[in-house]
């Protein structure tokens, strides 16, 4: 399945406190680390997937679940030769919060900078079922309870598997969040070695070791998920492009058109 087609896939529908979404095909629309303003809890079915959240990474097949927070950093990539299916709740802060006393303690299970937990075959059909469940449930207040029942059924699992969890090494955390403020600027490996104060070498072979690609791609992809969003917001692909980065608004055409086989015009018309 080509690259257009996959982002087909990806089609946003718009959504106001809680959704259930799907993804099934080769490959993944994101492009690099992105954070968004609402809670996500991505249910991995099947694909062999790459899982990178600010301090910690996973490689792995299905059967995982991943947790991330309001403006949290992550990236889940998958291999475009196996099939990817997900299913993924997305609820707002101002739709669950500190409804109930218990909400501190269930919200644990998101972590500091996301969490992933691997499950068993019953436990990921057990969290399906109550995803579905959501999507079925027309009842905001019912939709809210079935979304504490699962984080409840979670929780555990989540202390069975935190020691269990790799940690990415400080500079490569450092390296980031150095690549996040800065993509939209021009830097250098040097330059940013130097600030880290670690070595060129070891920066970018664990740069590439840790994410799966370069640091060029890495900052390519940031440009390219904050180009996306501020398409949506309806700024022209000029402000676009010199917001993020690119040269010109040609560049950003043809670094759209190589990573997802169309443009930002078409892009942008299936989104509305």
Request: proline letters at 3%.
């Amino acid at each position: 399945m080509d690259k257009e087609k996959v982002f087909e896939l990806y089609e946003k529908n718009p959504w106001h406190d809680v959704t259930v979404e799907r993804k099934e095909g080769y490959g993944t629309s994101v492009t690099g680390y992105h954070k968004h303003s609402y809670y996500e809890i991505n249910l991995i079915l099947s694909g062999e997937v790459s899982i990178l959240l600010r301090d910690r990474s996973e490689e792995g097949y299905g059967g995982r679940i991943v947790l991330t927070r309001p403006e949290t950093p992550h990236y889940v990539s998958c291999d475009d030769s196996m099939l990817y299916r997900r299913v993924y709740l997305l609820f707002t802060d101002e739709f669950i919060a500190d409804r109930i006393y218990e909400w501190n303690r269930l919200s644990t299970v998101f972590g500091a900078s996301g969490n992933v937990l691997s499950l068993s075959a019953e436990e990921a059909d057990r969290c399906l079922a109550v995803i579905n469940e959501i999507d079925r449930e027309s009842e905001p207040t019912s939709k809210r309870i079935l979304i504490y029942y699962l984080l409840s059924r979670l929780l555990p699992i989540s202390e069975r598997e935190s020691a269990n969890q790799k940690r990415l090494p400080p500079y490569i955390i450092e390296a980031l969040a150095y690549v996040e403020r800065s993509y939209a600027n021009k830097f250098t490996a040097d330059d940013m070695a130097r600030e880290l104060h670690v070595g060129r070498t070891t920066l970018m072979t664990g740069f590439k070791r840790y994410t799966g690609k370069t640091v060029k791609e890495y900052a390519d992809g940031c440009r390219l998920n904050r180009a996306m969003r501020l398409l949506e917001d309806g700024q022209t692909l000029e402000s676009a492009a010199r917001s993020c980065g690119f040269s010109d608004a040609g560049s950003l055409i043809r670094s759209f058109k190589r990573e997802f086989g169309t443009t930002p015009h078409k892009y942008v018309n299936k989104k509305i």
